[in-house]
C-alpha cells in the first residue's frame, strides 16, 4: 500500500518517500544518506553499467559489482545469461541482495536478473536518470526486449527500496534529461493537472540544477505512477493508463533508431492527442496545451518513420489481445480514459 511516511513540504528540501504494499519503498532524496540506511544487512552485489562506473565509481567500489554495456542493444537476454554465470561466480545466494545503480536499462535488467535467479532474491535500486526515477524504476516491472520489441520478456516484481536522488542529474546530456520529461508529462496529462500546469510554468532551460523544483516534480510524477499500480499491480486494469503514447513510441522505437524512449514517447502524445480531437474526445484547447508544453520541451514532434511502418509494428505490441488492443486516451489535462478496440479501428484512426 501507498503512502507517505513524512507530509511533504515542497518549500523545504528533505526526504520522502512512498512505500509500495509493505515491501517497497520509494524514497526522493539523498543517496548517501538513504543507501546506508536502506540496505539489508547481508551481502550486497551492485548491478551497473559502465557509464556508471566512469562518473561514481566511488558508490560502486564497496561491493562485487557486475557492469553491462550501454543501450538498448544491452537490454536482451543474452545480458541476462552473463548476469547469471557471473552471480555464479561470485557465489551468490537466495540470501544475497541485489543492488541496480543506473537509469532504467540497468534497472530493469538487475530487477529481471534479480527476480529470477534461484527464483528470485531480494533487490534495489538507485536510480540515476530522470526517465529512471520517475518511470523506469517504479512499479515493479523488469524485463528485456527480444528481437527489437520491448520488453516482451520480464517479470512483475516490487524492488525493496528504489532511491531518487535528483542530484545526480546534474551529469545527464541534455538529450537524456529532456527523455525523462516526457514520461513526467505523460503523468501530468494522466491524473496530475498541476503537475502540468507546474510544467507549464517552469524554465526548461534550468530546471536541471533547480534541485528544489526538481524535487517537487519528480516527487509529484511518482506519486501518479505510485497510486496507479497500488490499484492495479499486474496492469489488468487501471495501470494500463501509464501507456499513454507508448503503443506508438514502442513501434518508433522497433523500427528506427532515431529516437531514444522519451523522444518516442513525445510523438506518441501528440499523435494520441490529435487523434483524441478527431475523435470528440479531447477538447481541442487541451490538445493546444499538450503541443505546446511538448515543443517547449524542445522534443521533435515528427515521426523518424512512416505511419505505415508504425502501424505495423503495433500488430506486435504487448498491449494487444488478438485483433484488439488497449487504447489509451487523454479525455482532458489530467484524465484519460482506456478502450479497448479492435486493432484495425485503431489503426485506422491514424
Not at 510554468?201 to 530546471?207: G, R, V
Not at 503541443?291 to 514532434?301: S, V
Amino acid at each position: 500500500m501507498f503512502y507517505f511516511c513524512s507530509p511533504i513540504q515542497y518549500n523545504v528540501v528533505m526526504d520522502f518517500s512512498i512505500k509500495v504494499k509493505d515491501y517497497s519503498e520509494v524514497c526522493v532524496g539523498s543517496v548517501a544518506d538513504l543507501l546506508p540506511r536502506l540496505l539489508p544487512d547481508k551481502r550486497v552485489i551492485v548491478i551497473s553499467d559502465t557509464n556508471l562506473d566512469r562518473y561514481y565509481h566511488s558508490m560502486l567500489e564497496p561491493f562485487d559489482h557486475i557492469l553491462i554495456g550501454l543501450g538498448e542493444s544491452s537490454k536482451t537476454l543474452l545480458t541476462i545469461d552473463t548476469i547469471y554465470r557471473r552471480l555464479i561466480e561470485l557465489g551468490a545466494d537466495r540470501s544475497t541482495f541485489i543492488l541496480g545503480i543506473g537509469g532504467g536499462i540497468v534497472t530493469d535488467i538487475a530487477g529481471f536478473a534479480a527476480a529470477t535467479y534461484m527464483r528470485g532474491v531480494e533487490f534495489g535500486f538507485v536510480s540515476t536518470t530522470l526517465l529512471g526515477q520517475v518511470d523506469a524504476s517504479v512499479g515493479g516491472k523488469n524485463g528485456v526486449n527480444v528481437d527489437g520489441y520491448k520488453n516482451m520478456v520480464g517479470t512483475f516484481r516490487q524492488p525493496r527500496f528504489v532511491i531518487c536522488d535528483v542530484n545526480l542529474l546534474r551529469t545527464l546530456p541534455v538529450r537524456e534529461f529532456r527523455s525523462g520529461l516526457a514520461e513526467i508529462i505523460k503523468s501530468g496529462i494522466i491524473a496530475d493537472k498541476e503537475l502540468f500546469e507546474m510544467l507549464e510554468n517552469a524554465d526548461f532551460s534550468t530546471l536541471q540544477r533547480d534541485t528544489t523544483l526538481l524535487q517537487q516534480i519528480v516527487y509529484r510524477a511518482i506519486s501518479v505512477k505510485a497510486s496507479i499500480v497500488e490499484r492495479d499491480e499486474c496492469e489488468t486494469g487501471d495501470r494500463r493508463l501509464l501507456n499513454l503514447g507508448h503503443t506508438l513510441a514502442h513501434a518508433i522505437e522497433k523500427t528506427s533508431s532515431k529516437m531514444n524512449h522519451g523522444e518516442a514517447v513525445a510523438v506518441g502524445l501528440s499523435l494520441i492527442a490529435e487523434v483524441a480531437v478527431k475523435g470528440g474526445i479531447l477538447a481541442q484547447s487541451d490538445n493546444e496545451r499538450i503541443q505546446n508544453l511538448l515543443q517547449r520541451a524542445g522534443f521533435c514532434l515528427e515521426s523518424p518513420i512512416a505511419m505505415s511502418q508504425m502501424l505495423k509494428a503495433i500488430s506486435k505490441d504487448k498491449k494487444s489481445e488478438g485483433n484488439f488492443i488497449n487504447a489509451v486516451f487523454p479525455r482532458a489535462i489530467g484524465e484519460c480514459i482506456v478502450e479497448k478496440m479492435p486493432l484495425d479501428e485503431f489503426k485506422a484512426l491514424f
